[in-house]
C-alpha cells in the first residue's frame, strides 16, 4: 500500500500478528501532527489540580521534548504560534476528533476555551477538507474520545454531555464506527475519559485501577495502572513506541515485559494544569 501525501494524507492501517492466540489486530500509523505552542499565559488556564504554577521556562522545554519525540516516531508536524487569548489551547487534542475518514470538530465544555475550535479550524481542514461538527447544545473535549481501532469509547465528563455524545455517536455511525459511553464523572481524580485509559494497540487497554473492571472494558487486554501511578495511564502509542510520562516505572516496566516500547518525557509542568500527553497534539 502506498503512501498518500499532500491534503489527502491519511492514517495507513497495518495488518500485524500479535498475540499467542494469533489474532490479527490492525495499527494505525501516524504521518503527522498538529502542534500549537504554549504561551507565556499558560499558567493562566484551568486546572483542577494543585501541584504548584508551571515553570514556563520549563513548560517549553518539555514541549520541545514533546515535539522532538513525535519526530522520532516518524510524524511530519504542523506547530501553530501560541494563541494568547486561549492559555489551555496547547491542549489541541480537545479541539478535534480525527478518524480515517474526516474530521469532527469538537465544542469544548468551558466557556474560556470556547474560541480554541475556530482558531485550529483551517489549519485542519487544510488536512482534511471533508468536517462536522458538535454543535450547541452539545459539549465534547476531545479528551473525553478513546479510540480503540473501529470502537470509540466517550467520556460522559465534566467537559462532556449527553447531548454532544449523542452527536459524536451519530458522526462516528455514518462513518461506520461503533461507539459507546463510559461516565467518568463519579471517580476522583479524572477531568476527562482519556485521563484513566488509554488504548495502544493490539487490543490493549493502559486503565487506572478504579476503571479497570468496568463492563465495557472486559474483552480487551487490560494493564491496571496502580493508584500511586495513576496519570501515567494518559499514554500515547505513536507508531511503534508508547509515549509514557517519566517518573512511574511500574507502567513503564509492565510495557516493555509486554513487548510494547516505551518512550518517557517529563511531564511535570503541564501535569500542574491537568494536561496529559495525548493532549498535546492531535495526531494523523
Known amino acids: 500500500m502506498g503512501i498518500p501525501f499532500g491534503r489527502e494524507a491519511r492514517r495507513i492501517s497495518l495488518l500485524v500478528m500479535s498475540d499467542i492466540n494469533f489474532r490479527v489486530y490492525l495499527v494505525l500509523i501516524f504521518h503527522h501532527a498538529i502542534i500549537r505552542a504554549p504561551g507565556p499565559n499558560f499558567a493562566e488556564g484551568l486546572t483542577s489540580v494543585h501541584l504548584g ?58 466557556l474560556s476555551r470556547a474560541g480554541e475550535v475556530a482558531a485550529i479550524r483551517g489549519t485542519i481542514q487544510s488536512f482534511f477538507p471533508t468536517t462536522q461538527e458538535i454543535v450547541a447544545p452539545g459539549a465534547v473535549d476531545g479528551g473525553d474520545i478513546c479510540e480503540a481501532d473501529s470502537h470509540f469509547f466517550l467520556g460522559l465528563s465534566q467537559r462532556s454531555d449527553a447531548e454532544g455524545l449523542k452527536q459524536l455517536a451519530v458522526h462516528l455511525a455514518n462513518q461506520g464506527y461503533t461507539s459507546s459511553v463510559v461516565d467518568v464523572r463519579g471517580i476522583a481524580g479524572i477531568l476527562h475519559l482519556k485521563s484513566g485509559v488509554s488504548y495502544i494497540g493490539d487490543h490493549t487497554l493502559v486503565v487506572i485501577e478504579d476503571m479497570a473492571d468496568h463492563e465495557l472494558f472486559r474483552n480487551y487486554n487490560r494493564i491496571r495502572v496502580p493508584v500511586e501511578e495513576s496519570y501515567a495511564a494518559n499514554c500515547v502509542r505513536v507508531n511503534q513506541r508508547i509515549l509514557v510520562p517519566a517518573g512511574y516505572p511500574y507502567l513503564t516496566a509492565q510495557l516493555a515485559a509486554r513487548g510494547f516500547h516505551p518512550l518517557t518525557l517529563d511531564m511535570s509542568e503541564f501535569q500542574k494544569m491537568d494536561g496529559g500527553l495525548s493532549c498535546l497534539s492531535l495526531r494523523f
Open 53 to 110: 504554577v508551571p515553570r514556563f521556562d520549563l513548560v517549553l522545554q518539555q514541549h520541545e521534548s514533546y515535539c522532538q519525540a513525535l519526530r522520532e516516531c516518524g510524524l511530519t508536524l504542523t506547530v501553530l504560534d501560541a494563541d494568547l487569548n486561549h492559555p489551555d489551547s496547547t491542549f489541541v487534542e480537545d479541539t478535534a476528533v480525527l478518524t480515517e475518514r474526516s474530521a469532527i470538530l469538537m465544542r469544548p465544555g468551558a
